[in-house]
C-alpha cells in the first residue's frame, strides 16, 4: 500500500526555522514527480513546492521563494521542505504529495492539486508572532 508520511511539523515563531520531511512507502518514488502543498483554516490547499524527479527542477510559489527549500533523496524515498524566516502566514496543515501516473518527464514540476494522485496526512506547522 503507497503511504506519504509527513513529520517535523510544529510550533515556531517568526523568523524561525522547520524541517518537513516525508517518507514514502509502498513503492519506490524515485520516478515521481513531489510536491509540497499547505491549507490554512477556511481556505483552500494551495501549492507551495514541487521537485521533478530528476532532481535538478524545483518550483515555489512566490510567498515561499528565497526562504523555503525543496529537496528529495531518491534512496530514502523522502522529499524534504526546508522553511526558514517563517512568518505567521505560512501556518498552516502542510501535505506532501507525489504524482505515480509516469505523465512527467524528470524536470517537470507539477503544481496544482489534481496533478497528484497520492497524498499524506499532513502535519501542522504553526508560526507565532
Known amino acids: 500500500q503507497v503511504q506519504l508520511v509527513e513529520s517535523g511539523g510544529g510550533l515556531v515563531q517568526a523568523g524561525g526555522s522547520l524541517r518537513l520531511s516525508c517518507a514514502a512507502s509502498?513503492?519506490?518514488?524515485?520516478?515521481?514527480?513531489m510536491g509540497w502543498f499547505r491549507q490554512a483554516p477556511g481556505r483552500e490547499r494551495e501549492f507551495v513546492s514541487a521537485?521533478?524527479?530528476?532532481?535538478?527542477?524545483?518550483a515555489y510559489a512566490e510567498s515561499v521563494k528565497g526562504r523555503f527549500t525543496i529537496s528529495r533523496d531518491n534512496a530514502k524515498n523522502t522529499v524534504y521542505l526546508q522553511m526558514n524566516s517563517l512568518k505567521p502566514e505560512d501556518t498552516a496543515v502542510y501535505y506532501c504529495a507525489a504524482d505515480t501516473t509516469a505523465r512527467w518527464k524528470g524536470w517537470e514540476t507539477p503544481t496544482r492539486t489534481n496533478e497528484y494522485n497520492y497524498w499524506g496526512q499532513g502535519t501542522q506547522v504553526t508560526v507565532s508572532s
Open positions: 509502498g513503492r519506490t518514488f524515485s520516478n515521481d514527480a
Open positions: 521537485i521533478g524527479w530528476s532532481r535538478t527542477s524545483t
